[in-house]
């Protein structure tokens, strides 16, 4: 079985884009701690200012895991909230083209990002792949087609919620919810992470202890009448 990943094009992309969010850590680091001296955010949101330029993306392994679930699953439609520099969305889009094509529909708030992402993608010859809507996902995301198979949400963690119940009513039943960087964040994570493992929500839900931690939820659909009166 050949993988898009190892492609010229795209392998070489992907190596550079990676180097260089490798390389830009320590920097970040430094202007973190610069700021929050001794402690770290409460919220990304509470960063957001610092983290303009910043990769803040997922490692080799979970982008590597995200393609692995686009492909096992057969995935033609794809929803992301946080493009950044789009490392994940080409992990996402190369196995897109492994099952014969589709659509990553990727969300990014900075402008400079979207761009850089966007041209890193033609890059890779996956361009053809991917829409790329710049703007607050909670107004982006209002338009989707019909059906989504899965939604990565890599955005503000205190969004994960609001950007959930916007796309939950495209998620086919059997589709996968994939929540990055669950450990960072804990407090304000708590009202998502209480949704998708409340089994009468319609999701079944588990902890994946890789890179910053993910929640992977699988939507069920069956909600029960407890749940849908909260
Ligand atoms: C953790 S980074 C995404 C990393 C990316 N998924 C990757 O692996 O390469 C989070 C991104 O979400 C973007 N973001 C935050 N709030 C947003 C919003 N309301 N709408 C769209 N994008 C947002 C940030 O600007 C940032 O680039």
Redo the contacts with the bound molecule.
Sequence with gaps: MTSTLDAPAVRDELTR?LDA?DAQEPELHARLAARFPGSFPTS??EA?DL??D?????PRE??ELLAMLVRATGARTVV??????????IYLAAALRDNGGGRVIT????TA?ADAALASLRRSGLDDLVDVRV????A?LRDLPGTVDLL?L???SA?YLPVLEIVEPALRPGALVVA??TSLFPDVLTSYLARVRDLGSGYRSVDIPLGDRLELSMRTGQVSAASTAR
């Design positions: 884009l969010a990304d949101e957001a983290l303009t910043a990769y803040i993306a997922v979970v982008g992301e909230f946080g493009t950044s520099f789009g490392i994940s969305t969300t990014e708030i900075e990002k703007g607050d996902a909670l982006t990565l890599d955005g503000w969004l990055d960087d």
